[in-house]
């Protein structure tokens, strides 16, 4: 028995600027499946080496155990380079009932899983003996008939034996059932689909039975996209990094609803902390708000059908599989959707509301509203924009604290956004006018000055003044300023901004401040000075 190697992370930590909890101790834990757990393709361990990194930061401790990776050559398979803590039980080309019986594959061996688990129990210098306390289990992708495999239609069967044979094998030990990543194959990725949806049902089952089992929608975290173009089965880098995310999030899950139909939750609906609702088929419908103090107690995965939010939404997570489709709906600038983590690989529309992703990257968000414009999955979109006959508004987003110091929040100049009191490291989305550079809900003279210093700082984004996302500031973006500040209308907002404030919040302090311009008719020359610099810059 090898001498256990435990990471640890002390004390109370911060994730992204936020506090989360004390060290918790999640004993030892094993990762077991078939390549995709070995990490094949990618060095450094496939999802586990991003999985040990999001386990750290979010205060737990722990022990990754098995006897691939171990040290030993007879073992050594060489995915697991530079990770702090390599074992794992990930065997190439296994399929479930290899894993149930034992098998030897790709020269790696391994009994059958009961004797597995107990082999994987850590000896204490007492002679006292840690047993398995969680499994991450992720297997048939071979069980699928691709890669020369056979097609086992029988699946579904074989991984409910496999559960209950963990279970009895390891009296209280946890199993967090994965479903299978998206497969390039037509075929494959429709037999995957149909055994995914197989895995909630089967989840549920045992948790009304009383036992420590959860499920992670694995296949919503990623798209075909990010899988290694040499077989179209395992993920490349980024593909495994949105599983480790979605795994360590299953770990904090205390209980798990299932829709497998169209079903309507009524605004007094309450969800207890730690809540993963799986749309498992048709259309979910969220009348009210799942955390109406603005305390996130629900996590949501879309694998299949769509969900639909008639009002603000505050989630602790929100995955959106491939194809599939989320929702909020048209409310007159009412709604804002509020996650604390966001992975899409399907559609996200805002009608003409906003989004606040805690702690977000403005660069992945940025990259999903410019998927929308390209008609691709991953995308945030606005219907609302899209029906707009006057080609007036979009989605704007920024970093709440794009030039430093928060824009928004309890405050500051422009105050809440949307009723929501963003983190300086906030992304921000808003439904609003082309040229809304602060996302203000109008077009004015600070985003002029946004928009000048943009182009003359050759700085790019959209609080900078790239509106049409194409990468640049230039002459079609002050073209869509300039015919949005002509024509707009009413501020685009639930509760207006004091008028002064959105101007002074920006430009406070810059050479180049402009004041808010009334009509076209009342232009200050300094303003004028501006539009006629526009003008020459789109010839």
């Known amino acids: 028995m090898r001498k256990a190697v435990r990471v640890f992370a002390v004390g109370a930590l911060l994730l992204a600027g936020r506090e989360l909890r004390a060290s918790v ?40 155990v098995g006897k691939e990776d171990n040290g030993q050559p007879q073992n050594y398979t060489g995915y697991s380079i530079g990770m ?123 948790q009304a039975a009383g036992e420590n089992v959860r499920f992670a929608d694995l296949y919503s975290s990623m798209n075909p996209g990010q899988l290694d173009p040499t077989d179209g089965i395992h993920p490349i880098a980024s593909g495994y990094q949105n599983i480790a995310q979605v795994w360590a999030q299953a770990i904090g899950q205390t209980s798990m609803n299932v829709s497998n139909s169209s079903a309507v939750f009524a605004p007094d609906t309450a969800w207890t902390s730690g809540t993963l609702f799986v749309n498992n088929g048709g259309v979910a419908t969220f009348q009210g708000d799942s955390g109406p103090t603005g305390t996130a107690n629900l996590s949501i995965t879309v694998p299949t059908g769509s969900v639909l939010f008639e009002s603000t939404q505050h989630l602790a997570a929100l995955t959106i599989g491939y194809q599939n489709s989320v929702q909020v709906t048209a409310n007159n600038h009412q709604s804002i959707l509020v996650t604390s983590a ?143 500040f002509n024509m707009q209308g009413a501020q685009l907002n639930d509760s207006p901004a004091n008028p002064s404030a959105s101007i002074t919040a920006e430009i406070a302090g810059s050479a180049s401040s402009v004041p808010e311009p009334g009509v076209l008719t009342i232009l200050t020359a300094g303003a004028v000075h501006v539009l006629h610099r526009r003008r020459r810059a789109m010839q």
């Open 342 to 484: 966001l992975i899409n690989n399907g559609t996200l529309d805002l009608s003409d509301n906003e989004m606040d992703v805690q702690n977000g990257s403005l660069s992945a968000v940025t990259g999903m509203i410019e998927n929308g414009f390209a008609g691709d999955n991953g995308s945030i979109i606005s219907s609302t924009a899209a029906g707009d006959i006057t080609h007036l508004t979009t989605l704007g987003v920024i970093l709440n604290n794009a030039d430093g110091t928060p824009l928004y929040g309890s405050g500051t100049a422009l105050g809440l956004f949307a009723g929501s009191n963003p983190s300086a490291s906030d992304v921000l989305v808003k439904y609003t006018y082309y040229g809304d550079a602060n996302l203000d809900g109008k077009v004015d003279g600070s985003d002029y000055a946004l928009v000048d210093n943009g182009y003359l700082t050759q700085a790019t984004g959209w609080y900078n003044g790239d509106f049409n996302y194409d990468g640049v500031v230039d002459g079609s973006d002050y073209t869509l300023i300039d015919n949005a």
């Open 84 to 206: 702090a803590d390599p074992n794992h039980e990930g065997y190439g080309s296994f399929t479930i009932s290899n894993i149930v019986y034992g098998s030897n594959q790709e020269g790696h061996a391994a009994p059958a899983v009961g004797t597995l688990l107990n082999d994987d129990a850590t000896v204490n210098p007492d002679g006292s003996s840690d047993p398995v306390s969680l499994v991450l289990l992720l297997i048939g992708t071979n069980n699928m008939g691709i890669n020369g495999n056979s097609y086992d239609s029988n699946a579904p069967s074989e991984l409910n034996g496999l559960v209950g044979d963990i279970l009895n094998a390891v009296p209280g030990v946890g199993v967090i059932v994965g479903s299978l990543p998206p497969l390039a194959s037509s075929v494959g990725l429709s037999r995957a689909q149909s055994y995914n949806a197989t895995i909630p049902n089967m989840v549920a089952t045992y």
């Open 25 to 64: 101790d999640l004993g030892n834990v094993v990762c077991l499946g078939d390549s995709l757990t070995e990490g094949k393709y990618v060095g450094g361990g496939g999802y586990r080496q991003f999985l040990q990194d999001d386990l750290t930061a979010q205060g737990y401790t722990y022990d990754f």
